[in-house]
């Protein structure tokens, strides 16, 4: 998932209402098909993914079998060739260019495998990142916190990072420091759902239990999560767990 580098979204004339968990719908996908240019066949072949405001899936299979493909046409970096994918309400084929990286940063806060923590930045800029391109989660961690900046501290807090650690540069922290600020920087705002590509994949078992133990008490605002794993060891935490592999007609990934 590529860098943002959109301006400030204007702020919405009619801010809607806090939705309660479940009652609206984050991402739904509908008769998705995707391939990848040159690929010999399909990757990604669905007839329906939907996942509910404030529900928390867990999807789950091998390397290979889309879970990545998924990933970037639910955060539309990729837009599908047949069906739609829509994120709270809006298909991402419908929108170009600037509006779709717009929709993207107000909406959707994204845990990477690598984390993707600009080394050089302090860990407290390093999370205020997606209050710089959105306008609107800008305004709810300001109105959460009293400033985005209260925010983040919070987020921090809750995730157990020490406040000697805030304002040092990424690339001096920890492996398991750097994956608290990513995920804290995915939450700030209260995005309407995170993407978790793998965070745990490179953790212990204390450490992995840890991990999402504080992860989901910091996330107790109400975004939806969908968050992906090959391990099937973390399905206690999640609402519903969803096989790639079972539900892809396309079968295993070329790419």
């Given amino acids: 998932m590529g860098a943002l580098t959109v301006p400030l979204a204007p702020a919405p004339r009619h801010p809607m209402p806090a939705a309660h968990p479940n009652t609206l719908t984050a991402l739904h996908l509908q008769g998705v098909r995707y391939a990848y240019p040159g690929a ?9 993914l939907t996942l509910r405001g404030g529900e928390r899936v ?3 299979g091998p390397s290979g079998c889309g879970k990545s493909t ?17 994120l709270m309400g809006r298909d991402w084929a419908t929108l170009r260019g600037a509006a779709r990286d717009a929709h993207r940063v107000d909406h959707v806060g994204y845990i990477f495998q690598q984390f993707n923590l600009l080394p050089y930045l302090g860990v ?3 999370v ?7 306008r609107r989660r800008s305004q709810r961690a300001a109105a959460a916190h009293g400033s985005t900046r209260a ?5 921090l807090d809750a995730l157990e990072l020490p406040a000697a650690a805030h304002h040092r540069p990424a690339a001096e922290l920890s492996v398991g420091q750097q994956q608290r600020v990513a995920a804290a920087r995915a939450l700030i705002g209260q995005p ?6 793998e965070p745990t994949s490179a953790l212990d078992e204390d450490r992995r239990e840890a991990f999402m133990r504080l992860l989901l008490h910091a996330m107790q605002a109400g975004s939806a999560l969908l968050f992906v794993t090959h391990d099937a060891r973390l ?17 295993v990934e070329v790419r």
């Fill in 192 to 197: 309407d759902i995170v993407i978790a590509d």
């Fill in 40 to 48: 010999t066949r399909t990757t990604l072949d669905l007839e329906a």
């Fill in 70 to 86: 998924l990933l970037s046409l639910a955060a539309g970096v990729l837009v599908a060739q047949e069906g739609s994918v829509e």
């Fill in 128 to 134: 205020l990142l997606p209050c710089g391109f959105s």
């Fill in 124 to 126: 407290l800029d390093n």
């Fill in 58 to 60: 867990m999807l789950r």
């Fill in 235 to 251: 399905a206690s935490h999640f609402d519903r767990v969803v096989d790639l592999p079972s539900i892809n007609r396309a079968g």
């Fill in 151 to 155: 925010a983040a501290v919070a987020l």
